[in-house]
């Protein structure tokens, strides 16, 4: 009767480590398929991906990341990503055929270009300010006199022609 009884006690708990490690596996699975449609929606254009810089980088400035006392702007990749603000990959190579570089700018606080991994003629650069606002470039790097590609406030898009995949929508 007791062996029966310790038998018993010993299949429930193995039976309740396999099931706990099932439900890991399964949890874990669902996250990862959950990420990548994350990072397919977010790094298939680089407007997407400048946009949502920009709001990573206006969160970091109202929390105070650094925790330096001031509510200031990072000023680099590397910077959010040691506040575990953006994904390693952003940072370390090309997202989507586009490396994202940030960098400190006096006159605007920070700026955030999109250069494409394979330069072309019609290759699109992308210069984004702490503002917002998106310039584009086709064929060389953005400058503050290129196009405005897209603005967060007027939902305005390059006024040439729409890339390919871009419906002007968020």
Known sequence: ???????????S????????????????????KARKKLDVKLYTSPRRTLFALW?????????????NGKHDYATSLEQLQAAQ???????????AGYRY????????????TATPAEITSSALFYR?????AILAEPGQ??????????DRRYKFQWPHAWPPGEDGQD
């Open 141 to 150: 790097p953005a400058t503050p006199e290129s196009d405005l590609y897209w």
């Open 13 to 32: 708990l193995v039976s309740l480590i396999v099931m706990g490690l099932l439900g890991t596996v399964f949890l874990g699975a669902f996250f990862y």
């Open 101 to 112: 570089r940030m960098q400190p700018d006096p006159a605007e606080g920070y700026l955030v």
């Open 128 to 132: 984004m300010t702490s503002a917002g």
């Open 55 to 67: 709001r990573v980088n206006e969160r970091f400035r109202r929390r105070d990341y650094d925790q």
């Open 1 to 11: 009767m007791y062996d029966r009884q310790m038998r018993n006690r010993v299949m």
């Open 85 to 95: 603000c953006v994904q390693d990959d952003l940072v370390e190579g090309p997202v």
